[in-house]
């Protein structure tokens, strides 16, 4: 924390060229005498300095007298408010006192104050936001007791931080002429603490007390910088802190920040080198040095004198004196240092002698795994290169525990793969080649050039590094094959292991290539010409898809017969219309007969015998792609724009059964039509299942009912990602209330704001439809205002203390953009109802701007849309409003805790704005666009 009264302190105090005093008072920048000089920070530390009526100068704030400034504070003079009495009881004098700081400004009353009052009378003391009484009565001097303001004779009250305005008022609370005789006066004011004593009778007695308390007890201001914190004034253009400064946030919950000089320097922060170096070695005081202390920027050094040891210290070691040596000490201490010395050169060319042997044989090593011939590859190859990490022999070791058996992931005809943890815990596999001649070393750096130019695909297993310089080399990440396909935590497929494969120069339809790859995938044509070609990677692909639908290996073994080739198989069997034989079971269960149809033909084509009758692998997934798409849930808008289509949705098709029923009676059939019909996009939901809803809400128990309606109840649930949801278990009786519920979600499906509750999904294969809302912590606004214990409503209405959310939409109706209103069956809450819609059965966009003005005179008065009253008729707040406003008694209905914190102006542009929302005629509504501005 800053030393007091630094900011007054060194040669420059204010700007060039200005006042640095007024009367007795300092006035530092970023303060500044004299109005628009441009001496102070800005408007809000003008200093107005004017001469008085004897000719002394007074500096003011406005029309309030500064007593003193600080780094932190400023002290003002008080005002006093007096209220005398005669012997009878009659009242002589009745005073006031008030203070108003200039608005905006930087000041605010410092919680170092507090409302006193001396005497036998009440007082209240008033401000923004703030009220407060304090009461002192007794009845015999025995009562009093000097020190003590506890109520005897004297009373005192904290008072918030913040807080820019007060007014003091006494009040006579008790007939007064029982203590008339030594007590004729109460006083009430506004002042340090610490700086008020109180006397007893004596002050009880004195005729001068008013005069004691305004020379001697001040009001403290507190005071900072513009209303932003310290991280977000650090990237403004007029950031006020300077060299060798510190920006400390505000503490009077105004916001604003102020600086203080770094330690070990003083001076004003606000100005440029304001803040100079404190030399501590000039005062003994300030330094613990015994002896020697060097001064330092911001800081000092100690030392000791020549022939002196430690650290120079005070509260430390001090110097110690120096004392007689022997010359064998300094022998036996020569003798040590030359042997630890020559020790430290034979360890040192040990080591190196070691180290470079070990780099001969890595360089050997390096050669031997053909690392010269891929450096030689990849610096001819046409094309970027992705950079790869090459790994230390012994970092590959420790991360597989020494290539320990449990950490095998698999094997092959090439090596061993090994399940790895690097030192910032990455996971990876470390391939472990096993080399036996040259042709395996051509495979093992084919297979590093193939990775590292084919980049940053999601389904191609990545490259992270090699190790070259052990005696088998080292890969830390194609024949095509399911064995090579490998899925991550997500099931994305990544194709590993391309020691066999070759890229194909974009000018050339093939290459030619020694036979190579795994029985059951290999091309029959490639096979036959030795020519590798791109449609071979389709073939190959094409027995990955049969793999996946009839679960057969693509070696079929069988006890009595020859081994049969599935791809052989397969095709056979779609010849002879054995499809659905040869399918997995589980296949069959999931698909439809014509999507696996579809399928089985794709992977025919993909098998065929010649190349060039087989599709191309874009055509492929082009197909696999709309296969996909129309496996979704039919709820998915097929009229939308494209990329709702690419969205990832837990909607796929379900298995007709027993739960059909349930589907249809709750509108499932009659929702897909309406989905289906909507223009623009639909956003996908989720299709929740009856048993996962009714485990998330307990069995629907009573301790997790949030509330109920006419249309059902709402449970919160906990769901199995600990996601926190709200469940509407509808209430359905008949074909109109299920109506309501498809509109309600298909509105929700359609809109996306952030102040309409999200629909998560539904579940309509249960006895009563269940839907799926974002869980809504705060509650429902209707709470927060009828609430006895609810927020302010102003903050409800005017801060973003809350974001509300929008919920039920069952009877709500979408406007098209083309139609100015819609028709329907009148439908609503008594007391939101627009009487227009009500007379014509008309909805027009002006119906949601009445509802919305009956919900703002609600957050004004606190009344509920219906008043009940026990010997008079129900009133309709809104008639009721509009004709308080027309008879001028607005402030008469208004809550009082409304009252209290808003202006008078505030809320009679709020009260004209309810009004306009409130017209009867739609066409005399503003728009909720205008509302809202």
Avoid at 544 to 550: G, H, I, M, N, Q
Avoid at 612 to 636: A, H, I
Wanted: glycine share 8%.
């Amino acid at each position: 924390m800053p030393t007091p009264h630094t900011i007054t302190k060194g040669a420059n105090i204010t700007k060039p060229g200005c006042q640095k005093q007024c009367g007795n008072v300092m006035v530092p920048y970023p303060f500044g005498i004299g109005i628009g000089s441009g001496c102070a920070f800005d408007s809000g530390f003008e200093i107005e300095c004017n001469r008085s009526d004897d000719g002394s100068q007074k500096p003011l704030i406005g029309n309030i007298e500064v007593y003193d400034i600080s780094d932190v504070e400023l002290r003002i003079y008080n005002p006093v408010a007096p209220t005398c009495y005669s012997p009878t009881g009659a009242m002589l004098e009745k005073g006031f006192g008030w203070t108003r700081l200039p608005q905006p400004g930087p000041y605010s009353f410092s919680a170092l104050n507090m409302f006193t009052v001396v005497g036998c009378d009440a007082a209240t003391i008033t401000g923004f936001n703030f009220w407060s009484s304090c009461n002192s009565h007794y009845i015999s001097v025995g009562d009093v007791v000097e020190g003590e303001c506890r109520g005897k004779g004297c009373c005192q009250v904290q008072i918030p931080k913040g807080l820019k305005y007060y007014n003091l008022t006494m009040l006579t609370t008790r007939n007064l002429t029982d203590v008339c005789s030594f007590n004729q006066c109460g006083y009430a004011f506004l002042g340090e603490a610490k700086r008020f004593h109180f006397r007893g009778l004596q002050d009880l007695s004195d005729p001068n007390f008013k005069i004691r308390i305004k020379a001697s007890v001040r009001v403290v201001l507190d005071w900072a910088i513009g209303t932003l914190t310290c991280t977000e004034a650090q990237k403004s253009e007029d950031y006020a802190c300077m060299e060798f400064s510190t920006c400390v946030d505000s503490d009077t919950g105004l916001g604003g920040y102020r600086c203080i000089c770094n330690e070990g320097y003083e001076g004003n922060p606000y100005l440029s080198l304001g803040c100079q170096d404190v030399d501590e070695c000039a005062d003994p005081s300030t330094n613990s040095c015994e002896m020697n202390c060097t001064n330092t920027p911001g800081s000092y050094n100690c030392s000791c004198p020549n022939g002196y040891t430690d650290d120079g210290k005070k509260d430390g070691h001090g110097c110690i004196a120096p004392y007689s040596e022997f010359p064998w000490i300094k022998f036996t201490i020569g003798v040590g240092v030359g042997s630890m010395s020559l020790a430290i050169v034979i360890t040192w060319l040990y080591f190196s002698i070691k180290k470079r042997k070990l780099i001969k044989v890595r360089e050997k090593f390096f050669q031997q795994n053909g690392g010269l011939l891929l450096k030689h590859r990849i610096s001819t190859n046409e094309g970027g290169v992705e950079a790869k990490k090459v790994f230390t022999a012994e970092e590959l070791k420790k991360a597989t525990n020494n290539y320990a058996n449990d950490r095998i992931i698999g094997r092959g005809a090439n090596g061993t793969v090994y399940k790895g943890f690097l030192p910032d815990n990455h996971i990876v596999a470390i391939k472990r080649s096993r080399i036996v001649d040259e042709s395996q070393i051509e495979q093992f750096v084919n297979e590093v050039l193939i990775l590292t130019q084919v980049m940053n695909h999601r389904n191609v297993v990545r490259l992270v590094g090699c190790c070259l310089e052990v005696e088998v080399p080292l890969l830390v990440y194609e024949d095509i094959k399911s064995a090579n396909i490998l899925l991550d935590n997500d099931y994305i497929a990544k194709v590993a292991d391309f020691g066999a494969s070759r890229l194909i120069p974009l000018d050339q339809t093939h290459v030619a290539t020694l036979v190579q790859g795994t029985l059951g995938y290999l091309d029959p044509e490639y096979f036959n010409t030795s020519r590798l070609t791109e449609k071979s990677d389709v073939y190959s692909f094409g027995v990955v898809l049969a793999e996946l639908l009839t679960g057969l290996k693509p070696i079929i073994r069988a006890r009595n017969e020859e081994d049969m080739i599935l791809a052989d198989f397969f095709v056979l069997s779609m010849n002879k219309n054995l499809l659905f034989q040869i399918l997995d079971r589980r296949v069959l269960q999931e698909g439809s007969l014509d999507q696996l149809q579809t399928v089985a033909e794709l992977v025919k084509n993909c098998l065929r015998s010649h190349g060039e009758d087989r599709p191309t692998m874009k055509e492929v997934v082009g197909e696999l792609e709309c296969m996909r798409k129309f496996t979704r849930n039919p709820w998915s808008n097929q009229h939308g724009p494209e990329e709702n289509e690419d969205e990832s949705s837990d909607l796929y098709t379900i298995p007709i059964n027993s739960r059909d029923k349930f589907f249809q009676q709750n509108g499932g059939l009659l929702l897909k039509h309406r989905i289906s019909t909507t223009e623009g996009g639909v956003k996908a939901t989720k299709d929740f299942i009856g048993e996962e809803l009714k485990k998330a809400t307990n069995n629907y128990s009573n301790d997790r009912i949030l509330g109920r309606g006419g249309n059902g109840i709402v449970y919160r649930a906990v769901l199995r990602d600990n996601c926190i949801v709200a469940i509407k278990k509808s209430r359905i009786v008949d074909e109109t209330q299920i109506e309501q519920f498809i509109n309600e979600v298909l509105i929700l499906t359609q809109v996306n704001h952030r102040n309409v509750v999200r629909l998560f999904g539904c579940c309509l294969k249960d006895e009563v439809p269940l839907l799926v809302y974002e869980y809504i912590s705060e509650g429902t606004l209707y709470e927060h205002i009828h609430s006895q214990h609810g927020a302010g409503t102003l903050s409800l209405l005017t801060y973003n203390v809350y974001t509300s959310k929008v919920t039920y939409f069952g009877a709500s109706r979408l406007i098209p953009l083309d139609q100015t209103h819609v028709a329907t069956l009148v439908l609503g809450t008594s007391g939101y109802l627009d009487p227009e819609y009500f007379c014509t059965s008309q909805l027009t966009e002006k119906s949601d701007v009445y509802r919305f003005g009956v919900v703002l005179a609600e957050l004004l008065t606190g009344l509920k849309h219906i008043i009940r009253a026990r010997n008079e008729e129900d009133k309709n707040l809104a008639y009721y409003f509009v004709w308080s406003m027309n008879k001028n008694s607005l402030f008469n209905i208004i809550d009082r805790f409304v009252l209290w914190q808003g202006s008078l102006d505030q809320l009679q542009k709020m009260a004209d704005l309810v009004k306009n929302c409130l017209q009867p005629h739609g066409e005399d509504r503003p728009t909720m666009k205008e509302v809202a501005v």
